[in-house]
């Protein structure tokens, strides 16, 4: 365990009681397909701006059959993506990009201390650490298979100016 200790109590949460589903996690986050690594938000509180999610990771990943063949493990960026899913998703959900995109901005301090395999369930908690409305909002993460950390660090989502739609000019 690093030395900053957790982010949560696991007691604090339940993994059975979903408040946020795919269908839910959608409305705030654009990823659909096999770039989604997001399953479910189970917790989720406005005063410390912590939140707990998870990703159900089964053996029809995409990149199970290559990565590595006979032994799944999900690639680290994955695991990152999945801790920025979450992240997007608490921050579009409490108003904190201004309506902007969340993109990756960076990653600082992440360690990779055991390795995802498939299936399982990968769940990671994240709080806000620093915070410039529509700017930039920095989130420390920890990720978890059962009771083992798997990765930890901080990671930097910026605002990313709207898409322009196809043919506008």
Same mark, same amino acid.
């Given at each position: 365990?690093?030395?900053?200790?957790?982010?949560?109590?696991?007691?604090?949460? @339940?993994?059975?009681?979903?408040?946020?589903?795919?269908?839910?996690?959608?409305?705030?986050?654009?990823?659909?397909?096999?770039?989604?690594?997001?399953?479910?938000?189970?917790?989720? @509180?406005?005063?410390?701006?912590?939140?707990?999610?998870?990703?159900?990771?089964?053996?029809?990943? =995409?990149?199970?059959?290559?990565?590595?063949?006979?032994?799944?493990?999900?690639?680290?960026?994955?695991?990152?993506?999945?801790?920025?899913?979450?992240?997007?998703?608490?921050?579009?959900?409490?108003?904190?990009? @201004? +309506?902007?995109?969340?993109?990756? +901005?960076?990653?600082?301090?992440?360690?990779?201390?055991?390795?995802?395999?498939?299936?399982?369930?990968?769940?990671?908690?994240?709080?806000? #650490?620093?915070?410039?409305?529509?700017?930039?909002?920095?989130?420390?993460?920890?990720? =978890? #298979?059962?009771?083992?950390?798997?990765?930890?660090?901080?990671?930097?989502?910026?605002?990313?100016?709207?898409?322009?739609?196809?043919?506008?000019?």
């Amino acid at each position: 365990m690093p030395s900053t200790g957790l982010i949560l109590d696991p007691t604090a949460y @339940d993994l059975d009681r979903v408040i946020a589903d795919v269908d839910t996690i959608r409305r705030f986050n654009p990823q659909r397909f096999e770039c989604e690594q997001l399953s479910a938000v189970v917790y989720d @509180d406005p005063e410390t701006r912590v939140v707990v999610g998870y990703k159900d990771v089964t053996e029809d990943e =995409f990149w199970c059959r290559g990565h590595f063949p006979g032994m799944p493990t999900m690639p680290g960026a994955l695991v990152c993506e999945a801790a920025a899913q979450l992240c997007s998703y608490h921050a579009h959900s409490h108003g904190l990009t @201004d +309506g902007k995109v969340l993109g990756f +901005g960076g990653l600082d301090g992440v360690r990779f201390r055991e390795t995802v395999s498939a299936p399982s369930r990968l769940v990671t908690v994240a709080q806000v #650490v620093r915070l410039r409305r529509g700017v930039m909002i920095v989130y420390r993460f920890q990720c =978890f #298979v059962d009771d083992a950390l798997v990765c930890n660090g901080e990671l930097r989502g910026i605002g990313l100016p709207a898409p322009q739609s196809v043919g506008s000019g």
